[in-house]
């Protein structure tokens, strides 16, 4: 009898749909829901907040490395100039690892790093494999989305600072 339950739960796990987030992404011309997000010291923050032009969005370590080269170089000033925000989506990681190692590090950022705690906290953001969510955005309204793979290439795709 266990075996029968174990077998249909399987089979419907498989019949879902591999990434349920992508399926929720909002597009060009969609308006970024509100809400607040802890930055890496626990304050909360609007999101996507006033001024907001650019969204550096991340899941993924890789991607999100290339997202702290680019904003370590260009620095928290400039960022704020310029209404670039960087978005972690954290909820993938084991909680030992979140508290003993990536926050601490997060920490020692000059710059805010809001973070995503629960999947479904960004199940609307667009997302690929091993790339940085760009999105262009005016007064919340999505206006570009852009997936970018290395620091060079999210500079090129900002622009001047």
Not at 55 to 80: C, H, Q, W
Not at 94 to 115: C, E, G, H, S, W
């Amino acid at each position: 009898m266990h075996r029968r339950t174990f077998v249909l739960a399987s089979i419907a796990t498989l019949c879902l749909p591999l990434n349920p987030a992508r399926a929720a992404a909002l597009g060009v011309g969609a308006t970024l829901p509100q809400m607040t997000l802890d930055n890496q010291h626990g304050v909360p923050q609007a999101f996507p907040g006033a001024g907001t032009r650019f969204i550096l969005f991340a899941v993924e370590k890789a991607p999100s490395d290339e997202v702290n080269a680019y904003l370590t170089d260009i620095g928290a000033e400039a960022m704020r100039r310029h209404g670039i925000v960087f978005v972690a989506d954290i909820s993938g990681m084991p909680a030992f690892v979140t508290q003993n190692f990536a926050l601490p590090k997060m920490r020692k950022r000059p710059y805010d790093i809001l973070l995503v705690t629960h999947a479904a906290q960004a199940a609307f953001m667009p997302r690929e494999k091993d790339a940085v969510t760009l999105l262009r955005v005016d007064q919340g309204k999505i206006t570009g989305i852009g997936f970018e793979r290395n620091a060079l290439a999210i500079k090129a795709a900002i622009g001047p600072v």
